[in-house]
């Protein structure tokens, strides 16, 4: 099975500042179609997941662009180049790949 | 727009059965797959079962395989997941979630709580 594995899992932050999550998957989220099934969610207290990113770095419709994607094969990135107050919540990656394993999870804080 | 709307949530005893719906609204249900997710208290989010667009094709978790299945009924744009021998450990918010080209979670429904207690 494949495990997927988050960094840090709190991230205090102040507002207006950048925030960066680590995702690492234990094999390559390479698909035999050539895509990389890698998306990013956030959930908001009381909220639904809700996606943000989807294989890799593709931005959802109505996503802001203050969020981003990257990385490649097992290694993946998630940055927000300046925190809001809405922010706040968990974000998880999520691969796609090799059926479908979430992270653990990692809770932003305004600090 | 679209709509994903869960319900049949409770409590349940341990060995119980349950019955989740997901009314699916604003889109051409059938050239969509769907999947199950759930969210236990104080956990993060698990993957529980998946249907691909051709309603045949599915698979499930470890733990819920040969408990849980999930199947639609296309005349009712509807997703159901049929909980069976359900355990203290299934109790969770269970999310339905649509796919699209950018795999699991364009959309989420709002999610039904499952208690298993004795």
């Known amino acids: 099975d494949v495990v997927v594995t988050q960094s840090p899992l709190s991230l205090p932050v102040p507002l207006g500042q950048p925030a960066s999550i680590s995702c690492r998957s234990s094999?390559?989220?390479?698909?035999?179609?050539?895509?990389?099934?890698l998306n990013w969610f956030q959930q908001r207290p009381g909220q639904s997941p809700r996606r943000l990113i989807y294989k890799v770095s593709n931005r959802d419709s109505g996503v802001p662009d203050r969020f981003s994607g990257s990385g490649s094969g097992t290694d993946f990135t998630l940055k927000i180049s300046r925190v809001e107050a809405e922010d706040v919540g968990v974000y998880y990656c999520m691969q796609g790949t090799h059926l479908w394993t979430f992270g653990q999870g990692t809770k932003v804080e305004i600090k | 727009q679209v709509r994903l709307v869960e319900s049949g949530g409770g409590v349940v005893q341990p060995g119980g059965s349950l019955r989740l719906s997901c009314a699916a609204s604003g889109f051409t249900f059938i050239n969509y797959g769907f999947h199950w997710v759930r969210k236990a208290p104080g956990k993060g989010l698990e993957w529980v079962t998946s249907?691909?667009?051709?309603?045949?094709?599915?698979r499930y978790a470890d733990s819920v395989k040969g408990r849980f299945t999930i199947s639609r009924d296309i005349s009712k744009n509807t997703l159901s997941l049929q909980m069976d021998g359900l355990r203290a450990e299934d109790t969770a918010v269970y999310y339905c979630?649509?796919?699209?080209?950018?795999?699991?979670?364009?959309?989420w429904g709002q999610g039904t709580l499952v208690t298993v207690s004795s």
């Open positions: 979630a649509r796919d699209d080209h950018g795999g699991l979670g364009d959309s």
């Open positions: 249907m691909w667009s051709d309603g045949t094709s599915k």
């Open positions: 094999q390559s989220l390479v698909h035999s179609d050539g895509n990389t099934y």
